[in-house]
T-cell receptor
């Protein structure tokens, strides 16, 4: 089972920052937080991952709370192409640890 | 760089028929995954290969599903016989290694069983 809790859906105005929350209160010390997204009729796409520190790449920023029990994915300037289902995933650091998808958050970017 | 290729993109069959899906991963990727995604849910891992060996098939319904990865490159997933509840999108993904943080997904095959 997925170890994360996400809102079912969210709306965000185009051009604004989209902030997607995720709760992972049972995360353990060696587990990473991953984010993937799935645009309609496509396969999931990796966005970003982190362990403790905040992370940023060309797609998004990941903010992890100090106690690591929750995180927020930030899309700084949302566009219509960011409309997708966003999955927050907790995964261990060993090679046998799997990526387990939950139902994710359906993000609608509004024009 | 070419992505993960899958075929066919769509397939409609009747229950009790057989069907096969094909996947060509990104060149050089040692790890290959097959996922099943039922409408409204996240993808569920069916089987994972490391080169041509099976690493995890704990969620593969082995009475009707089979998969192989000959020569550690292409892979096929077969369902025989199909049931109505097998209607789903079947996604193939690959990664450089088992612990690689990024899995690359293909576009999927949408299967409808009538």
């Amino acid at each position: 089972d997925a170890k994360t809790t996400q809102p079912t859906s969210m709306d965000c105005a185009e051009g604004r920052a989209a902030n997607l929350p995720c709760n992972h209160s049972t995360i353990s010390g060696n587990e990473y937080v991953y984010w993937y997204r799935q645009i309609h009729s496509q396969g999931p796409q990796y966005i970003i991952h982190g362990l403790k520190n905040n992370e940023t790449n060309e797609m998004a920023s990941l903010i992890i709370t100090e106690d690591r029990k929750s995180s927020t994915l930030i899309l700084p300037h949302a566009t219509l192409r960011d409309t997708a289902v966003y999955y927050c995933i907790v995964r261990g650091g060993n090679r046998d640890d799997k990526i387990i998808f939950g139902k994710g958050t359906r993000l609608h970017i509004l024009p | 760089e070419a992505g993960v290729a899958q075929s066919p993109r769509y397939k409609i069959i009747e229950k009790r028929q057989s069907v096969a899906f094909w996947c060509n991963p990104i060149s050089g990727h040692a790890t290959l995954y097959w996922y099943q995604q039922i409408l409204g849910q996240g993808p569920k891992l069916l089987i994972q290969f490391q080169n041509n060996g099976v690493v995890d098939d704990s969620q593969l319904p082995k009475d009707r599903f089979s998969a192989e990865r000959l020569k550690g490159v292409d892979s096929t997933l077969k369902i025989q016989p199909a049931k109505l509840e097998d209607s789903a999108v079947y996604l193939c993904a690959s990664s450089l290694a088992r612990i690689a943080y990024e899995q690359y997904f293909g576009p999927g095959t949408r299967l409808t069983v009538t």
